[in-house]
């Protein structure tokens, strides 16, 4: 079978989450096509895509594809062969998606609507069902039109992955739930908009690339607000741990985790939050005993992007020996074969990536990279952006 999945704004780390969460459920996936923000897997067994889609952080939504034409004018045809009506209004909308730069999307989008109120004139005279055209400025729906108009549960939305001279149409099942990662970052009581929080759906990112089983016990020794423990819990992991060395961080990780059980059902769960500093951490916690380390540190002071590659290099400096001195403590508290998923900067100040450069050191300490490609979560005219590395213990 085939599925489609929308991806978020940074495609090639969501791909990476896929490929993660399917690889530890053992499903076998191939790619049949990838293009931007667009990923359409052959996948050998049917998925449970509700379930898949409440673990994905970086998905925005997932589809079946139902068959190919050469012309979306086909599609008048088909839409009465997959819609299925039932006695109350039927809601439908259209969204359509490019597989390649030369695809002219609004000539198809001017086309595609004449079909949609053809389809309204047939459904009330054939059919004898009324119906909602649901429209958008843009050639696609958001997940959060979808979610509003009840497309999934009162009607259809229908995805068409235009080639030239091929179209793939599917229809979504599933879209994120936005609110309540929404609800995570912006109702919780506990924000610090100074130390930085990660954005709720990267830290699931996180936790997801870190592949780990249900009982693994996950240690985020930067915990700031507690956001990468929050995700953990959403997602089912009971043996957490948060550390940071600061006293503030330590009081709106428990606000925040307390308000986060006291919304959900999540009974027995074996979290701690402590003051701590990373170059500590073997003294807290005994050796080989951390299934993962999952963690955003400090990224140095906020950027104004006019700082000089002096400066640049005296703050990539230090952070290079705070990384190290986690690095050194990571490989004692870590299980063999234990996994790092950490947050790196890149300052991108002038056009230019300022990297830190600690990689053979960590290789020395026991570690191999495991991510080929480069993973980075940003948005243009970001001076910091989030380079995602995944390390192994060895
Ligand atoms: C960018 S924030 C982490 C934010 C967190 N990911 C969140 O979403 O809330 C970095 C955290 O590292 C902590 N920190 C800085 N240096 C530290 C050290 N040496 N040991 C432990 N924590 C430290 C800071 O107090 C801060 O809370």
Do not use: H
């Amino acid at each position: 079978m085939k599925y489609f999945f929308i991806l978020g704004k940074n495609p090639i780390l969501s791909k990476a989450e896929i490929e993660a969460v399917l690889q530890s459920k053992v499903i076998k996936s191939k790619v049949e096509m990838s293009f931007d923000k667009i990923l359409i897997l052959e996948i050998d067994k049917e998925l449970d895509v509700e379930w898949l889609n409440s673990q994905l952080g970086g998905t925005v939504k997932i589809g079946l594809i139902l068959g190919e034409m050469s012309d979306v004018a086909e599609f008048e045809e088909k839409f009465f062969e997959f819609a299925k009506f039932n006695e109350k209004k039927f809601y439908f909308g259209f969204s359509l998606y490019p597989l390649s730069p030369k695809i002219n999307i609004l000539a198809i989008q001017k086309k595609v609507n004449a079909i949609a109120m053809e389809l309204k004139s047939r459904l009330r005279d054939e059919k004898q069902v009324s119906s909602r055209y649901v429209v958008s400025r843009e050639a696609e729906l958001s997940s959060v039109i979808v979610q509003k108009n009840k497309l999934l549960k009162n009607g259809a939305e229908f995805c068409f992955f235009i080639d030239q001279g091929k179209t793939l149409f599917g229809q979504t099942l599933a879209v994120q739930e936005f609110e309540q990662f929404g609800a995570r970052d912006f109702a919780r009581p506990g924000r610090d908009n100074v130390s930085g929080m990660l954005p709720p759906k990267l830290a699931r990112m996180m936790i997801n690339l870190a592949q780990v089983k249900s009982d693994a016990t996950i240690l985020d020794p930067f915990c700031g607000s507690g956001t990468i423990l929050q995700e953990a819990i959403v997602l089912g992991y009971k043996n957490l741990t948060g550390t940071d060395n600061s006293d503030r961080a330590v009081k709106d990780s428990l606000n925040n985790l307390e308000w986060l059980l006291n919304k959900s059902k999540v009974k027995s769960l074996k979290s701690n939050v402590m003051k701590l500093d990373v170059k500590d951490l073997s003294l807290k916690f005994k050796a080989n005993s951390i299934d993962a380390i999952v963690t955003e540190p400090f990224l140095g002071p906020a950027m104004r992007g006019n700082e000089n590659q002096v400066q640049l290099e005296k703050i990539i400096e230090s952070l290079e020996s705070i990384y190290l001195a986690a690095f050194v403590q990571f490989a004692k508290v870590l299980v063999k074969g234990g996994k790092v998923v950490m947050v790196f900067p890149i300052y991108n100040i002038r056009n230019i990536q300022n990297k830190l450069d600690i990689l053979s050191q960590i290789e020395k300490l026991g570690f191999v990279k495991s991510n080929k490609e480069e993973l980075v979560y940003f948005r243009e005219n970001q001076y910091v952006r989030r380079s995602i590395m995944i390390f192994k213990k060895v």
